[in-house]
């Protein structure tokens, strides 16, 4: 720990390198020395029924394009309604470049959405670890099934939990969008995990040292860590980090899945016990995508992006210095990850 990270920093502004993405964060600690400042406002806390006849992603129900879903009584997966990409390929003539200034090709792609449960008003920190492994089932299905279409060379699966996150629908549900091109961030992270020079990979280095420095780990188990990364830009943000390098979620094995779907259940719970509310985030997996030696370098990895700063509503936000200069936090990811813990207050420090 102390050879990580000098006592000296726990005081002092300084920045902290994101080895996946390249980029800096500000950390300004000294301007919060104690990390419950805020208040525990558990809110409204009403629970949807498991049944809503209006849901367009309850089983029997009409959804907004006028399909009916049938009578899923596990994990349903359609194409989505109101797909952000399309199919069919652009016509000819339909890239632009002009003085490299002014840029534009076409991509095309396949939206889906899976909706993890017939119920209504469960979350992932309400399901079983058993019903979780078909959630991770069900990605690596459709991973396998989108990324042996010809033109996809990605698939980002995801998940906007609550309101706050721009999820209109309680109906515990993520997306899926696999993408004829990779996408900004996972391009960005293929050159960071590609180029690391250390022995093994960026991400086992990362491993080693967060286990055996415990500091930043918010729940472990045999097959999975999650910590609060030494990077972290959100305050309660969070990575999970298979113990063995795979590329994908096809090549874990059957306990890894389990414990994978065990990891995401603590998780969950822990945040929801955080500010007593049922936690708002992004979240998403991060695999390799279709390139020529991918495979040999990529570990797959889940983050989660949650809002909240203080409390149930009080919500940090990434505006002023940090649209225009550089994300920056106050609560270190050290106290960020004593919280989560439930260490209570002072922990971490
Ligand atoms: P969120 O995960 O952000 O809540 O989005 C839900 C998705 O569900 C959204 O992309 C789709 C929307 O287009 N949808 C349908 O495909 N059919 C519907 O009947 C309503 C919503
Ligand atoms: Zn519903």
């Known amino acids: 720990m102390a050879r990580m990270l000098p006592d000296r920093l726990k005081e002092v502004p300084h920045r902290r390198l994101n080895p996946l993405t390249g980029q800096w964060v500000l950390v300004s600690p000294h301007r919060l020395q104690r990390p419950w400042q805020g208040r525990v406002e558990a809110t409204a806390g009403d629970r949807p029924p498991s049944y809503l006849p209006d849901c367009y992603l309850c089983p029997g129900n009409a959804r907004a394009g006028g399909v009916r879903n049938p009578d899923y009584t596990d994990i349903f997966v359609f194409d989505n309604d109101f797909p952000s990409l399309l199919l069919d390929e652009a016509p000819a003539g339909s890239t632009v470049d002009v003085a490299g200034a002014y840029r534009a090709r076409p991509e095309r792609g396949i939206c889906r959405v899976v909706c993890y449960s017939p119920r209504h008003d469960l979350t992932m920190a309400d399901m079983e670890p058993a019903a979780i492994r078909r959630v991770v089932d069900a990605w690596a299905d459709q991973y396998r099934e989108l990324m042996a279409v010809p033109w996809v060379h990605y698939v980002q699966i995801f998940e906007n939990k609550g309101e706050l996150m721009g999820c209109s629908n309680p109906h515990p549900h993520g997306q899926i969008w696999a993408t004829e091109e990779v996408p900004n961030e996972p391009a960005v992270e293929d050159r960071s995990l590609r180029g690391y020079g250390g022995p093994g990979g960026l991400l086992e280095a990362v491993h080693a040292h967060e286990s055996e420095d415990s500091s930043r780990v918010v729940c472990r188990n045999g097959d999975w860590l999650c910590v609060v990364p030494f990077w972290a830009a959100w305050p309660f943000e969070t ?66 992006y949650p809002p909240l700063l203080r409390s149930a509503t009080v919500r940090k936000f990434m505006v002023g210095f940090e649209m225009l200069g550089m994300p920056q936090r106050d609560l270190t990811p050290e106290q960020a990850a004593a919280m989560l813990r439930g260490d209570g207050p002072g922990g971490g420090s």
């Open 239 to 304: 990575l999970l980090i298979p113990r063995r390098r795979v590329a994908s979620l096809l090549e874990m094995t059957g306990e890894e899945r389990d414990a994978l779907a065990s990891i995401l259940k603590d998780l969950t719970v822990l945040y929801d016990r955080l500010f007593a509310c049922s936690f708002p985030y992004t979240m998403g997996i991060h695999q390799a995508p279709k390139k020529d030696g991918a495979g040999e370098y990529w570990h797959l990895h889940f983050h989660f």
